[in-house]
């Protein structure tokens, strides 16, 4: 029998296999590990290549057509202005989301042109005991990309004039279940009254919630509580742009300098454009309409004019309060853009130097049409109420009449 020879080396200069395969096992999740760190910190929004700004998407109004108020970055019903104008924006879940099935996309209400990054989306958060509405971080998942609008087919309101409606809406959130209601139609007088004309328990006993009140919104689960119907109004932002009007009423703003406004002239109008960083958090640049490779561009000292939208300084605008700002609150921080008294050219000051150009956004759909309706309808209702009054009052004046030519009556025809 031969044997063979084990020769043993002082010196060992390669591990054995079992040590091989835990080293191959211990680097490959490593980078696996870090494989995946890389992906989550891509940008969360499906944006096209190149500069990576999203051009097409629309601005909204979120309308209770009930009283024709929009939903607003308060988390309120308020006015149909500015800072009413929602963008509904697909975002790419991370890869673990899309490891463990949750879902392949999500969907953010990102306020259009919001200056501060940390309040650029429609979130829920706690608050008295119950979740309400406001403006929170864009990079939250589970308050602020989890937004779904499905069609509503219940309306406690039909509006005949409001042609540029859309849909009717019912907004949820965390997967479908929980839904957006207006606190006035669960804890008005006529809504408890009717809950407790259908029958439902204990519904007489309930205390209106701290911190509802007439314009307010909570979040309740659907199947409990419903929803509030709600119209989307586009403001067709993606389709014509909008004007910088200044507070003058003549003169707009070009990205140059201040001229006379003409709606025919196309390089008065802008577009509004909106990236998503590695963070999660918008950033908006403004672009020329006609000409999408444009955009507003914070130049050396107080200068501003066009230029590339892949610069770092064509992000990061934002409007408040008629004011045009970049990289701040518009009020506080930031510089804000005002106008020179030589030339008209557009020229950024600090924000907290209090020196600006008030700007508006003159839109082709700029809500006022539904608040002038809701104007228009207070009104009639006002009218209404004063015909109703002279008709009652007519009416008593007959009966008083009546009464005192009744000669059964001498009681009450002594008395008048």
Sequence with gaps: RRQAEVRVSPTRTRPPPREQ???????????????????????????????????????????????QTCLTELGTFGACDDDALFMYLHREASFFARLFGKGTS??????????????????????????????????????????????????????KHNDDA?????????????????????????????????????????????????????????????????????????QSGFLFQAADGVNCYDGVRFRACSDEDRTLRWGIAVKFSRRGRPETALYKFYNASACLVETRGDGVGLGSCASKNAKLWGVTRGRLCRAGDCVGSGKCLARSAYDGQGKLFACAMNIFEHLTLTLDSDGSDALAQALKEAAAR?????????????????RRAATARSPTSSYTASQY
Excluded at 143 to 159: D, F, G, I, K, P
Excluded at 389 to 398: F, G, I, K, L, V
Aim: contains cysteine; positive net charge; charged residues 25%.
């Design 21 to 67: 395969r835990r080293m191959l096992g211990t680097t490959t999740t490593l980078a696996v590990v870090w494989w995946c760190l890389a992906a989550c910190g891509r940008p969360a929004a499906a944006a096209p290549k190149g500069d990576g700004l999203i051009r097409d998407a629309e601005a909204y109004w979120i309308i209770d057509p009930s009283d």
């Design 106 to 159: 999500r969907r953010s209400l990102v306020m259009v042109l919001e200056p501060v990054q940390k309040k650029g989306c429609l979130v829920t958060r706690k608050a008295y005991g119950r979740t309400i509405l406001g403006g929170g971080d864009c990079a939250h998942v589970a308050t602020a990309q989890r937004w779904e609008m499905l069609h509503s087919n219940t309306r406690r309101y039909v509006n």
């Design 166 to 238: 859309v849909a009717s809406v019912a907004l949820t959130t965390n997967a479908k279940r929980d839904c957006v209601v207006r606190d006035s139609s669960l804890w008005s007088r006529t809504a408890r009254l009717a809950r407790a004309l259908s029958g439902e328990e204990n519904a007489h006993k309930e205390k209106v919630p701290r911190g509802a009140l007439a314009n307010t919104v909570s979040v309740h689960a659907c199947d409990k509580r419903g929803h509030t119907p709600l119209e989307l109004t586009a403001s067709n932002v993606a």
């Design 382 to 398: 006002e009218e209404q109420a004063k015909l109703e009054q002279a008709e009652e009052n007519r009416r008593y004046e007959a």
